[in-house]
């Protein structure tokens, strides 16, 4: 039975160049609706060069070639952190960003991060959307939005729901993985010989 809720799984420093290509593939609004400010390329490969895998947190959904459909950035500091959110438009409207807020949530929830932000255009109605729909406090500045949750201590729950999401993602990535590699191998063998 296959799974209809997204699963993000954890991303490592290996996997630079697929968020590079992500926010690549971003069109110009989207890029500037995620960024606060139209960026060229050349200033998002140097914004993917700079991330830090080792101070913060990334999460992603990706699709059947393993490309990332969604991406959360998780930005820390001792108590509080701060989200960056983005799903390319052919994957909008399948619970991605939701998804991508719940995880990187019970991740900061665990680590004793009592504040989670979100800053944004005002005009940025899918990040508005996201915001109201997890109960964010959002306070309108302008042209601006600063959305904030304050977020329980962690418990024996939060951390059983960490680590049965970390193992559903993993799991699901390395099903993907065997009906890739098994689609390979029937194209292989479905070749006609010499």
């Known amino acids: 039975m296959k799974s209809t809720t997204p699963l993000p799984v954890r991303l490592s420093s290996s996997a630079r160049p697929a968020l590079e290509a992500h926010f690549l593939s971003l069109a110009p609004e989207d890029r500037r609706l995620r960024f606060g400010s139209t ?19 990334f999460f992603a959904v990706t699709d059947a070639e393993f490309a990332i459909a969604g991406v959360v950035h998780v930005a820390c500091t001792e108590r509080t952190a701060e989200l960056g959110v983005s799903v390319v438009e052919g994957a909008r409207g399948r619970g991605i960003g939701n998804a991508l807020f719940a995880r990187a949530v019970i991740h900061l929830r665990n680590r004793g991060v009592r504040t989670v932000h979100m800053h944004c255009l005002s005009e940025n109605g899918a990040m508005m959307h996201l915001a109201r729909k997890n109960g964010m406090r959002i ?31 993993h799991s699901a990535e390395s099903a993907k993985r065997n009906r890739r590699l098994a689609r390979g191998w029937l194209t292989l063998f479905a070749a006609p010989g010499p």
Do not use: H, I
């Open 139 to 169: 306070v309108y500045d302008g042209g601006e939005s600063q959305a904030q949750l304050a977020l329980d201590a962690p418990n024996a729950g939060s951390y059983l729901t960490e680590w049965v999401g970390e193992q559903r993602a």
């Open 39 to 57: 960026l060229g390329d050349e200033l998002v490969r140097e914004y993917a060069e700079r991330l830090d895998f080792e101070r913060d947190a």
